[in-house]
């Protein structure tokens, strides 16, 4: 009798034991780890970049004394504008979306990079200097024309 009662005990013990292990396997597959918690909402409908104020004419835009918007479309297997034209010696925001997947935007031989994914905008500001002719490329695999998408970024004075 005693005996049988032990076994109760270890039984339900080991039943315990189970469920917590089941317990703490669920909550490590839900808990904190790696949570994102918050991102900004998509700012664009990618399958209406024609509809878009920005979009709809890829092109780089005056805004201030010495400062320029450029608003750039990436697709399978290209960028719009194409070139994209800077002034020399100003400041310009790239507002830089996908039309379709996910893209790379990196002006070759400076630290401007970034990724493009459908339906965000990505942003970045750099500081132009002088005279010269850059090159475009897409760093993330796109497709089968990804090796050969590419652009020119012209700067002229
Ligand atoms: Cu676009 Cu790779």
Redesign the pocket.
């Known amino acids: 009798m005693h005996i049988h009662a032990y076994e109760k005990l270890w039984l339900a013990a080991s039943i315990l034991l189970i469920l917590l292990l089941i317990g703490s396997v669920t909550y490590g597959a839900v808990g904190p780890g790696v949570a994102m918690v918050a991102d900004s909402e998509p700012t664009v409908n990618a399958q209406a970049l024609d509809e878009d104020e920005r979009f709809s004419e890829p092109r780089v835009e005056r805004v201030g004394e010495n400062e320029y918007a450029a608003y750039v479309v990436?697709r399978?297997?290209g960028f719009q504008p194409d070139p994209i034209v800077l002034p020399a010696n100003s400041t310009v925001t790239f507002y830089v979306t996908s039309a379709d997947v996910i893209?790379?935007f990196e002006v070759v031989g400076t630290n401007a990079n970034t990724m493009v994914v459908p339906g965000e905008v990505s942003e970045l500001t750099v500081e132009v200097d002088g005279a010269e002719e850059y090159g475009l490329i897409?760093?993330?695999?796109?497709?089968a024309g990804?090796h050969v998408?590419e652009g020119k970024v012209n700067v002229v004075s």
């Open positions: 990436a399978q297997f893209h790379g897409c760093n993330e695999y796109c497709g990804h998408m």
